[in-house]
């Protein structure tokens, strides 16, 4: 049976509506799942919104509705964006949702009947922004004396009565695992995280009672529990958790929580303390990327500067926005996008690169060959080419890619399109066709193989554009596995079956800078 491979992305609060960032980790997530699957893993993708706490309580107050109704509105817009940038989630979870109440509940009274549960005084600095609480010693200060979060929020000083979790517990097993190698990365956020369990760790605050949006404490009714608690169990909850479904023996652990760097400290230290008071082995991996940033500055409303990530895909197309993201920014690190990055990346390596080889390959097999593919005798420049082709689409672009290292794996693959485009060049095959047609023959089907790998290898990223180059080619639905790329039947099989290569649709136009956008 094929091993299973559980992948989620941070579910987002629903305060807004989506922006970049969003759209980056969903992608990214996206592109992780699919490259398992086309490597034959059985896949769950699990996203979806975090609806509960003050923050949305307070939103929906300002706009005088129910914080459901708030919710109700805003979380549709994440699922269309999800949609309309063609991820394969399998769930999309709302935490409003009647079994993620059941899940919180049963994982708050297995860490109580675990004795890790205890009701206090609380008195401390809270950021409703991040919806946590922080260390005196952890803030700022503004030149106006306002107290400001290591995350550059505003913090209240709050007091109320409250359940706690007794992290302190936790510092030894914590520590046990975030030494672990694989567990969190990148590396740098893996030492941060260490640095702060050493520090030593407070037990947690882990519900609220000046507001009630939010899964009832059990046994405590006046108690919502902490938001971060329920967030963070949406995990479990897709699964089934807590009845012993056979999804839930298959997919917990997961293999990847796939989440943003500023929210590293709730999935490496929080989440894994209450997975083992609860008795639930921790998820294998945990991964911070970067930020996305426009143009290099943070987006926000005051700078005016907040772009709708379905107004680029509309603008870019979804498969180049998908590209650009994956290929410009080292995963992991922050990285900046603007449209002229977009444009330029795009029209170098899909249009006038990609999209070329394609374009004049498959033109002129179907001008030249009338589209038939024929069995041909190699020369050595072709069984070369095909050499470093097969080598980045089998062996470069998936090491990369399971290394979570996107924009290497990327580039491996276009060293291979460019390999192409200089074979293309220096075997001239429009001159040949006067002088040796039939070199000309086997020089243009070689070219129809490594089209086929390059498409197939990139699948993940441009779903959309790497189908409809598959799709010419003829190659069937069930056969466009990492592991075909191993297969050479294939081709012996389209000659039987005497597939035609019909005149090819320009497939990747280049892109144009819109006035406004310039
Ligand atoms: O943190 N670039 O929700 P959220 C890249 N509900 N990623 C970004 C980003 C940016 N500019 N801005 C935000 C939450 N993100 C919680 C999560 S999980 C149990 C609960 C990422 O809507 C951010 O790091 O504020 C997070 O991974 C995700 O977007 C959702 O952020």
Redesign the pocket.
């Known amino acids: 049976m094929a091993e299973p491979f559980y992948i989620t ?6 305060n807004g509506r989506p ?4 759209a ?2 969903a992608i990214a997530a996206d592109i992780i799942a699919r490259f398992q699957r086309l490597r034959g893993r059985e896949v769950r993708f699990q996203t979806g919104t ?1 609806e509960h706490g003050l923050k949305m309580a307070r939103k929906a107050a300002e706009q005088d509705r129910s914080p459901r109704e708030l919710a109700d509105e805003m979380s549709g817009y994440f699922r269309a964006m999800d949609d309309a940038l063609d991820i394969s989630y399998d769930r999309f979870i709302r935490t409003v949702e009647d079994d993620h109440h059941r899940a919180s509940q049963a994982i708050w009274r297995a860490m109580e009947a675990k004795g890790d549960l205890y009701l206090d005084r609380y008195e401390g600095w809270y950021s409703i922004r991040d ?1 946590a609480y922080y260390d005196a010693s952890e803030l700022s200060e503004t030149e106006d004396g306002e107290k400001l979060s290591p995350q550059g929020t505003p913090v209240e000083w709050t007091v109320e009565e409250s359940w706690f979790f007794r992290l302190s517990n936790y510092q030894e097993p914590l520590l046990e695992l975030l030494r672990t190698p694989g567990f969190l990365e990148p590396e740098s956020r893996r030492n941060e995280m260490i640095a702060f369990v050493e520090g030593g760790l407070r037990d947690l605050s882990v519900s609220r009672t000046s507001f009630d949006w939010g899964v009832k404490v059990p046994g405590s009714d006046e108690h919502v529990m902490y ?2 608690v329920d ?2 169990t ?2 479990l909850t897709g699964l089934g958790y807590p009845e012993d479904t056979e999804d839930w023996r298959r997919f917990w652990p997961a293999s990847l929580h ?6 590293v400290r ?2 490496t230290v929080y ?1 894994p303390a209450f997975l083992m008071s609860a008795d639930l082995p921790p998820p294998r991996k945990v991964f ?6 426009n143009r290099g500055q ?2 926000s409303k005051s700078l005016g500067n907040v772009t709708d990530p379905l107004a680029l895909a509309e603008n870019f197309g979804v498969d180049n926005l998908r590209y650009f993201l994956m290929r410009e920014v080292a995963f992991g690190q ?1 990285g900046s996008y603007s449209a002229e990055a977009i444009v330029a990346r795009c029209n170098a390596e899909l249009a006038n690169s990609f999209g070329n080889l394609v374009q004049r390959a498959l033109s002129m097999v179907h001008k030249n060959l009338d589209g038939a593919l024929r069995a041909f005798s190699q020369a050595d420049a072709d069984r070369a080419l095909l050499a470093t082709v097969r080598k980045s689409c089998r062996e470069s672009l998936p090491e990369r890619f399971e290394a979570l290292d996107f924009s290497q794996g990327i580039e491996a693959w276009m060293q291979a399109v460019w390999a192409c485009n200089q074979y293309v060049d220096e075997q001239a095959p429009w001159a040949l066709r006067k002088t040796d047609p039939e070199r000309m023959e086997a020089v243009l089907l070689t070219l129809v193989i490594a089209i086929r790998d390059l498409a197939l290898a990139i699948q993940p990223v441009i779903p959309t554009r790497a189908g409809a180059v598959l799709d010419m080619l003829g190659i069937p639905q069930d056969a466009r596995n990492y592991a075909d790329l191993g297969d050479t039947g294939w081709y012996d099989a389209l000659v039987a079956a005497n597939h035609r290569i019909a005149k090819p649709e320009p497939m990747f136009p280049r892109l144009e800078l819109a006035t406004e956008a310039a």
Do not use: Q, R, S
């Not at 992305?9 to 629903?14: E, F, G, R, S």
């Open positions: 992305t941070a579910i987002n609060y629903p922006h970049i960032g969003h980056y980790e975090d919806e938001v971060w967030a963070l949406n995990y796939l989440i943003g760097k500023d929210i709730f999935h989440w911070g990327h970067g930020f996305i940033l943070k987006e922050d």
